[in-house]
């Protein structure tokens, strides 16, 4: 019996009725036994149910196939759409959101437009619609009725200012600016301090709350770099009027995730010395200073050396901003801040052969080597990691020179860390391409993956965005099947068996630096046939990839692509088969 969505459905309830019908089945229940039989795709047959084990995972599915999904996880996303209404959904789609850094917001505001597109009344659905959106008349016909909702907290607790300066979503209607309507809602008495508390769903990062600003949202900027988290796109104008309206010039997070765009103007707008951190612990203005020497940032810390009263002895991750630029080769930081008073100590021999050897300094490197040998065998083993990330040419070749690992996994290797920063806004840097270079002569790898997200140097290019560094490391000579598949360079295939016959076949489990999965083990083929990537199961067929592997739960791949919806694939497979048996 093929059942539907309920009303307003709970992902818990369902999760309940799957354990549910596992024990029922358990137990034997004619009824339950019919459900399975009836509703699963693989267990129809007598033998296939008579050797089945009860799992949660086959419950779910039965209750998804009655619910007329293909899959539980097809369930799940529209259970979980159901739970919001479409205003509150393009309102979180549209904006910046910071409590995972490794979303893909760029995705997330297609859907966005995609969503005005298919139903345009949403844009004037309520304030926060109106202001996410960017349609100024309609947050100024709701405030000339409600003129309280100016601050009114909605999804999230969010303000509509809050709603306006997050926002990314490009406006369908060319009348419609996220500026217009801040500016509208400051004109109208909105709160420029407004602000939301912001978690952290990595737990590998601290899970403090943190208070960020309308002004934090306009800057823009994050971990995964300005071409997924960009600034609004008249941040500048918006940051002035809200500064001049009243915003705290002392913005934490703003200075955090975007200094290079923030500093300047909070100073300019009476940022002190004296402003700390939420929790105290150091000011703003001298995190900052040990943020820009570990940085290199010499433009940055002149700046802030301008401001009389600052903190130059504070310690940021146990370091102070002498050391901090000492520790990266940053000699000329260095010097400018010990002119400037700021408190030096005495390095010792292996601290001196780092920072000589992240300056790139080969002479006076040498000189310490050839009175202390033993440094090379003392020193840490991340010199090439280190080096990469100065962006020093001569720092990475003199740590290559010295015999340090080019492949050293330090969180990540040296080639992530060159394609991490390849240059998402400002085209492929001449030093990031020397650098790149470098590494590959010199043993580099690009298969190699980190352990977190399982990313290649050519996919950390891809998600920061460096698109001309990504398709400049496609065409080198070492990449791996998957990525070849994945960023659809079907062209590479033929070389990349040559060179390795056995990557046709073999597993992403095998690619990998962390502990497998069960669903890791899937071929190039497999993995491509889930992806719905039609091109590359028709290359990988062509190439003799065996069409008869399964995934690691049983399944065909046949299944799959019937499962998934690809019938051009499923025509694929099945055409292959029939050839392979004509043969």
């Known amino acids: 019996m093929t059942r539907s969505l309920p009303l307003h459905p709970s992902l818990e ?9 596992k024990r029922a089945w358990q137990n034997g229940d004619a009824h339950a036994l019919e459900r399975v039989r009836a509703a699963h795709p693989k267990l129809a047959a007598d033998n296939a149910f008579e050797q089945a084990a009860p799992r949660l995972a086959d419950c779910q599915l039965v209750l998804a196939r009655e619910a007329g999904f293909a899959s539980w996880p097809q369930l799940r996303i529209a259970v979980e759409a159901a739970q919001h209404d479409l205003p509150d959904e393009f309102v979180t789609l549209a904006c910046l959101c910071y409590d995972d850094p490794h979303y893909d917001h760029r995705l997330f505001h297609a859907r966005a437009s995609e ?14 619609c109106a202001a996410a ?6 947050v100024a016909t709701i405030l000339d009725e409600h003129p309280h909702a100016v601050n009114r907290p909605g999804p999230y607790g969010w303000s509509p200012l809050l709603c306006a300066c997050y926002s990314r979503v490009t406006p369908l209607d060319p009348h419609h600016s996220t500026y217009d309507a801040a500016k509208l809602l400051l004109d109208r008495g909105a709160d420029p301090n407004t602000y939301t508390m912001k978690g952290n769903a990595d737990e590998r990062l601290e899970q403090t709350p943190r208070r960020f600003t309308a002004l934090t949202g306009l800057v823009g900027g994050g971990s995964t770099g300005l071409a997924n988290q960009p600034p609004h796109p008249r941040w500048r104008e918006l940051a002035e009027l809200l500064l001049e309206g009243g915003a705290n010039p002392a913005d934490e997070w703003a200075l955090w995730i975007h200094p290079a765009a923030s500093l300047e103007l909070l100073l300019r707008h ?5 402003a700390r951190t939420e929790d105290g612990a150091i000011t703003l203005m001298g995190r900052e200073l040990s943020r820009a020497a570990l940085e290199g940032r010499v433009d940055r810390v002149k700046l802030l050396l301008a401001s009389q009263g600052l903190r130059m002895d504070e310690a940021f991750r146990g370091r102070t901003p002498w050391q901090h630029a000492t520790d990266r080769g940053n000699l000329e930081i260095a010097r400018l801040l010990k002119e400037a008073g700021a408190p030096v100590s005495q390095l010792t021999d292996v601290e001196q052969f780092m920072s000589l050897c992240l300056a790139g300094a080969a002479a006076g490197t040498r000189a310490l080597l050839d009175r202390a040998p033993d440094l090379l065998e003392r020193a840490p083993g991340f010199m090439v990691n280190k080096a990469t990330s100065t962006r020093r040419v001569e720092a990475v070749r003199l740590a290559l020179d010295l015999g340090f690992d080019p492949n050293f996994m330090d969180e990540v290797a040296p080639l992530h860390i060159a394609a991490g920063g390849g240059g998402a806004t400002g085209g492929l840097r001449d030093s990031t391409v020397e650098i790149v270079d470098l590494l590959l002569t010199r043993g580099g790898s690009l298969e190699v993956r ?4 399982d990313g290649t140097p050519i996919g950390w290019a891809a998600f920061f965005d460096c698109v001309e560094l990504r398709d400049f490391l496609l065409n080198k000579e070492k990449i791996s099947i998957f990525d070849a598949l994945e960023f659809d360079r079907l062209d590479r295939i033929a070389d990349i068996l040559a060179r390795d016959p056995e990557a046709l076949e073999r597993p992403f489990a095998k690619c ?18 889930s992806r719905g990537k039609t091109d590359a199961v028709r290359t990988l067929l062509a190439h003799g990839a065996d069409a008869a592997a399964r995934y690691p739960d049983g399944r065909s791949m046949m299944e799959v692509a019937h499962e998934k919806g690809f019938p051009e694939i499923a025509q694929l497979l099945e055409g292959h088969a029939t050839r392979s048996q004509v043969r």
Do not use: C
């Open 115 to 128: 969503l005005l597109r298919s139903h345009p009344w949403v844009a004037s659905a309520n304030i926060w």
């Open 133 to 138: 959106a960017g349609n100024a008349t309609a």
């Open 512 to 529: 990998l630096t962390r502990e497998a999965s069960p669903e890791d083990w899937q071929t190039p083929l497999t993995r491509m046939v």
């Open 270 to 274: 009476g940022l002190t010395p004296e």
């Open 450 to 453: 980190e352990p977190f997200y």
């Open 13 to 21: 309830n369902l999760r309940k009725r799957a354990k549910a019908l």
